[in-house]
């Protein structure tokens, strides 16, 4: 019989942003921005009962809200951030 494989799901890192953006990075700091604050709200929804595909899709669209308000850097940061969770969701991870 084949071996199950654990699917799982890594950061690299380097995203790592803010006070609540990262494998790792949350708070207790107050957001610093607001992609911090969408990374800050999809903290808080992890830590609640709703299913993780939730919270990661409305950190998605969170980000997409914050897209035109942001640097360049922002930018690029936020569409690193969302092909990963996209591909998170994808593998249902």
């Excluded at 992609?35 to 999809?42: G, P, Q, V």
């Excluded at 669209?61 to 930018?75: I, M, R, V």
Aim: proline share 6%; with cysteine.
């Amino acid at each position: 019989m084949p071996k199950r494989i654990k699917r799982s799901f890594t950061w690299p890192s380097f995203a790592v942003y803010g006070n609540w953006c990262g494998p790792g990075h949350s708070g207790p700091a107050a957001p610093v921005d607001r992609i911090d604050k969408c990374c800050w709200l999809h903290d808080s929804c992890y830590g609640s009962n709703e299913p993780q595909k939730d919270c990661d899709e409305r950190l998605i669209k969170c980000l997409q809200w914050e897209y035109n308000t942001t640097t360049s850097y922002g930018k690029k940061l936020i569409n690193v951030m969302i092909t990963a969770f996209k591909a998170k969701i994808k593998l249902g991870l």
